[in-house]
């Protein structure tokens, strides 16, 4: 289909998000629209890491020369036009917006040829402007050029790391789409030097050879599942490492929904179980696998850099994923070198349908295997709002407290958000400026406190998650499970330097529950001075900082009105938990003294 702007309601529809953080995010939405050109033949160049060029050249379907400039606008896309067609996205992009953003930080220059048309189009442009455009012979497909990353935003500039760690980044990248499209030759030349070709057979293990080396693809066993009797439409495919392979992370586990590259603790999870004991504590496994399956089963609409995806049957995925490298593992599986074309997605759709119709009315059907966090603060407050606030209001009265009298907040109404970080509210004296994220501390951390009387909503995980902080750092959360339980996070000892998590607090979205606790752990770590309470204080005021809604995310009329309404319920509302104001107060009097309203 032609270019289009999408209409303003399906634009709405679509996870907006910034695509351009650094070299590596441009790199990568070059190759998906190569992708989705069809090309076979995809060659990137790099230098000085990428801030000063990349450049990606592909043999595909290129742009009709009318509309190459349409490509650099916001919401202008081939690829969908309805929000119907959001359901089913069957291209790597949708949202029309890599080449405007792109455009916009960088100097880039685009010379395509379309296959209808006899002679391309050269299109230059600074800072989303196009400066020249002018026809030029070129083979059919698409060149596209962007020097000088960032070079109009300094201050994003400023947060580029050397040379070479985003050379790293990139590198990643291409590797990730070499092995995800064999049947694609793939050539990364990384500073005038060509890094590596893949041949662009079809044939996996070939490509792997190629960008991991042949001692690395000798360790990797093949992985081929489409049988699995309880997930028949889901293939799994690629390859795992022997036990003799593994890393000190879990970062070379990388995973593909319909070839599209995603990040899955659960997932990522049931590969590390998979291989139980088979490998020493606090070493991971090398893994690349390849999960086909219908797309209407998947949502990638989640996350706007698109490597979150949320699942239909996450819990027969995580088992299906499991069995199979286990099934490798034991050297039952077929060591194939030659993989199939996953099957097409009406081959299996019928299948799955009956499968989940069955599971629906079995009533086990899986709830979504996360939700952004504002999706669970929503949630967390509906629950909330069935309570009857009365009771609520009354059970949080004052109690005889050592409060100076006044303290607490006169009842607020609402006004609205700015910036989205400050929420404003008028009282009886006068206007309130609240800072969201400091007021959402303070009533978490009163939550918590109090926990004992009323605990903390909390979340069960799927499947409990092994957290692994080394000797030192576990002493530290020994110490404390009892203030971290009554945070919501249940907590219980596996192992030397394990913990089995089974619970996270229902904020908690989709934070890394790991991360949160070593941060946590260090944080206390350097807290040696404190003793006791004091201790298990500072703790529980580390979870509400790392739990509490950030600035920047915008409220809804409701969310703003609820964390007012439980602000008012604190007991010590007007600082956060660690002494910093809440809430600036401009009475009705100081409002008329600056606007010279007094005496007048
Ligand atoms: P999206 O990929 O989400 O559609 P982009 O901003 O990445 O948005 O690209 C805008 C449009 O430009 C695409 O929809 C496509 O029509 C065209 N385009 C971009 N890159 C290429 C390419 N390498 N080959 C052919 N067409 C391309
Ligand atoms: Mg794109």
Redesign the pocket.
Known sequence: M??QILPPDVADKIAAGEVVERPASVVK??I???L??G?TDIRVEIADGGKRLIR?I?N????PAA?AP???QRH?????RSAEELERIA????????????SAVSKVTLI?RSREEPVGVELKLEGSKIISQRPMGAPP??S?TVAHLFWNTPARKKFLKSNATEAGHISKIVTRYALAYPEVRFSYVAEGRLTFQTPGTGDRMAALVKVYGAEVAGQMLAVDATSDPVTPDVRVSGFVSAPTLHRANRSYIELFVNRRYIQDRNLTFAVVQAYHTLLMTGRYPVAVLFIDMPSELVDVNVHPTKTEVRFREPSLLFRAVQRTVHRALQGQAPVTRELQPPPSPEDYRGQWAARREALMRAGQHDPAPGQLAMDLYRSDLASREEETPLVRREEAAPPPSTSPPGHRLPPLRPVGQIAATYLIAEGPDGMYLIDQHAAHERILYEKIMKADQQPMPKQQLLQPIPIELGTELAGLIAEHLDALNKSGFEIEPFGEGSYLLRTVPAFMGHQDPQALLEEVAEGLARRADLVDKAREEALVTMICKRLAIKAGQILSVAEQRELIRQLEACENPRTCPHGRPTMLHLSAAALEKQFGRLGA
């Open positions: 032609p270019i939405e070059l998906e629209n190569s989705d050109a090309a990606v592909d595909g379907r290129g742009i509309e349409l490509a650099f202008a896309t081939s690829k969908i291209t790597l992009g949708f949202r029309g917006e890599a080449l405007a953003a792109i395509t497909g698409t596209l």
